[in-house]
């Protein structure tokens, strides 16, 4: 097993910002091409990130998820796509660890540091076009699954698919280069265009006994639906990295570019009292998504160290801060995503410099699952005191 050098948790987000000043100077450019970004994903095998949140026991870095997720909102920061591709393996390589046996949650953690493996997401249990049929001693895999996010260049699938005898819901991980196994490049969406969210198609594809993870039809302990408070967390620091990176570059513009309006009787756009109100304003909401998203990371940290001894309340909880922060997280970043503008003018609207970006970006990815519907569980909690229902999708 490789030993890997154990540091600080703020070495590793020196490290991630250093990436993302790097990451930052083509962001504009590669949004335009979409496809994928190949050099930046090498960039980060080559950086150990990968290995923020596999324990040490197994030659992982042993991180929080308080970490990787401020890791993954640096990164957001100036793109979202490499946040996204980030963030989605972090997501994937615990899937063994939340819904496999412990052999198999050692031999996944263990082969992913040996090999620097980069897991993609290939689960959306909302796509039920993927099947899984029993053959002799293993099983056969066939069917269609859409918003693949970062299967290309990935080495891992974890994926969802409906057994034909049983109709449950079945989790398994297979390698991204197995026969019948085929990666489209159909990703062709507004925002978030270098994530490779396409379709896959699977061909009568072999999957071994040992990579079935198990059946998550009926949820049967709190911690076995920890994944999606993760994954709804993890797209709130997304959001509000989005956010912030848009806070930033508009700021820079208007101290540097922005003129000033001819009636407003100041000589710097800095100076003009109608830009400072929207900036005011753009602070305060950005401050309230920060503190609400770090609160709900603490809660969502105190839950999995708890593993399988967290309570339904307790999960509940932590579902409640994770649900607030990304409802505000989304307000707030459609908010100032649009609002930048308004403090740049019109010149900041050219392509080269991709301002645009930020808004098609957050637009497109908070329609992962409808805000509405985590309103209504908020406001369920906050009138009935009742928890939101646990559930694998969301």
């Known amino acids: 097993m490789q030993v890997i050098e154990t540091k600080k948790s703020e070495d590793y987000i020196a490290v991630a910002k250093s990436l993302a000043e790097e990451f930052a100077q083509t962001a504009v450019a590669r949004d335009a091409k979409g ?7 090498d960039r980060l095998r080559e950086s150990n990130l990968l290995k923020l949140i596999v324990p040490t026991q197994y030659g992982g870095l042993g991180q929080t998820w308080i970490t990787t997720l401020k890791i993954t909102r640096e990164f957001a920061k100036v793109d979202s796509s490499i946040a996204h591709i980030f963030s989605y393996h972090h997501l994937g390589v615990v899937v063994p660890h ?5 052999k198999q949650k050692e031999w996944y953690y ?6 620097n493996w980069f897991w993609c997401n290939a689960l959306n249990p909302l796509d039920h076009r993927t099947t899984l049929r029993s053959q002799d001693n293993h099983f056969r895999l066939n069917g269609i699954k859409s918003f693949c996010s970062g299967s290309q260049d990935s080495d891992v699938l974890p994926i969802t698919a409906t057994h034909t005898e049983t109709g449950e819901l079945t989790i398994l991980a297979i390698p991204t280069q197995r026969e019948g196994v085929t990666i489209h490049d159909d990703w062709d969406n507004i925002g978030q265009r270098q994530t490779d969210s396409g379709s896959i198609t699977f061909d009568d594809v072999l999957v071994y006994s040992d990579e079935i993870l198990g059946s998550r039809n ?37 101290r540097t570019i922005t003129r000033p309006w001819l009636t407003s009787s100041v000589e710097s756009a800095s100076q003009d009292p109608y830009i400072l109100q929207h900036y005011g304003n753009m602070w305060v909401d950005l401050q309230a998504a920060t503190c609400l998203t770090e609160q709900a990371g603490e809660l969502l940290q105190a839950a999995w160290e708890q593993q399988w001894a967290l309570t339904a309340e307790q999960r509940g909880e932590s579902a409640v ?19 930048i503008f308004e403090v740049m003018g019109a010149r900041a609207t050219s392509t080269r410099y991709g301002f645009d970006r930020y808004w098609r970006n957050l637009r497109t990815f908070t329609l992962h699952d409808p805000v509405d519907y985590k309103v209504r569980d908020l406001g369920n909690w906050a009138l009935n005191d009742e928890l939101p229902k646990p559930s694998f999708y969301a």
């Open 35 to 41: 496809g994928t970004p190949k050099q930046e994903r």
């Open 218 to 254: 009926k949820p049967s302990q709190p911690f076995s639906t920890i994944r999606s408070c993760l994954t709804q967390l993890n797209l709130a620091n997304i959001y509000l990295g989005i956010a912030q990176g848009a806070f930033e570059a508009a700021k820079k513009y208007t």
């Open 110 to 115: 263990s082969e992913t540091i040996r090999n």
């Open 98 to 102: 939340i819904f496999g046996s412990a």
């Open 321 to 339: 801060a994770i649900a607030t922060a990304k409802v505000a997280a989304t307000r707030v970043g459609l908010d100032i995503t649009n609002r």
